[in-house]
């Protein structure tokens, strides 16, 4: 996934900034690597699993805005299969997908996120949620086994952000863990005993977080490069 930054003058830390989700490269890869395809590790943006895949296409956002945690339909991405048409409103990417484990034996996985190429700090602004196991029960609650919120700070940024949101909101904010942008890769999670049958709900949630105070001019022509896969740990060649 690429995301190409253009700032046409700064009114504020929500206007005057326009991002471009795909604008060079098409699309956000998900894949799993050899050993994990060989111990019978599969994805599919279907629940019914039917049709299994090694690798995933994620398609990408035009002339995507600036957005807030807030503004983000949480409960309609959890509950779409694959890419979620956000009518009206295409200022990020979501996209829920599963994993499945059919092979023969108990392994670990790891969920890594990328980060390619990064220039003028665009990954500043950027928020990038993943949800393991999202569900909406019949009181229209959000529920998650696990949730992951990554963002470039060692401490959490959103603080403004946190501060705007509904009591509601902040309930599903709290669930999510924060991980820092690193320059190589930011922060690996495990999913331990995937045992055969097993199967995991993901959602991959990607916007620029028009509070975040580097969402601004300095940030103009950037671009992010980011991938998601899955290794086997102990086994793969990055481990």
């Known amino acids: 996934m690429l995301i190409g930054i253009l700032c046409t003058g700064l009114l504020s830390a929500f206007i ?19 050993y994990a395809i060989n111990l019978g590790i599969s994805l599919s943006d279907s629940a019914d699993y039917s049709d299994p ?13 600036p957005v807030t945690f807030g503004d983000i339909a949480f409960k309609d991405a959890i509950s779409t299969d694959g890419d979620m048409d956000v009518t009206g409103n295409n200022n990020y990417i979501a996209y829920t997908f599963y994993i499945r484990n059919e092979g023969n034996v108990s392994v ?84 331990e005993n995937f045992n055969p049958a097993d199967q995991k709900k993901f959602t991959l949630i990607i916007w620029l977080e028009g509070w975040d ?10 671009q992010l490069k980011m991938d998601l896969s899955f290794k086997i740990v102990g086994i793969s060649e990055e481990d």
Not at 16 to 34: N, R
Not at 53 to 58: K, P
Not at 110 to 133: F, P
């Open 108 to 191: 670990d996985v790891s969920l890594n996120l990328a980060t390619l190429t990064v220039t003028n700090g665009v990954d500043s602004a950027v928020r990038v949620a993943v949800i393991e196991d999202g569900n909406v029960d019949s009181d229209g609650n959000i529920t998650m086994k696990d949730g992951m919120l990554y963002m470039k700070s060692e401490e959490n940024k959103d603080q403004v952000t946190y501060k705007l949101l509904t009591d509601e909101q902040k309930e599903l904010y709290d669930q999510f863990r924060v991980y820092e942008f690193k320059t190589d890769h930011f922060g690996d999670y495990v999913m």
């Open 53 to 65: 895949s090694t690798r995933l296409l994620v398609n990408p956002v035009e002339k995507a805005l």
């Open 213 to 222: 105070e580097d969402c601004n001019d300095s940030i103009k022509s950037g």
């Open 16 to 34: 005057g900034l326009v991002a471009y989700f795909g604008q060079y490269m098409g699309t956000f890869v998900i894949s799993i690597d050899e």
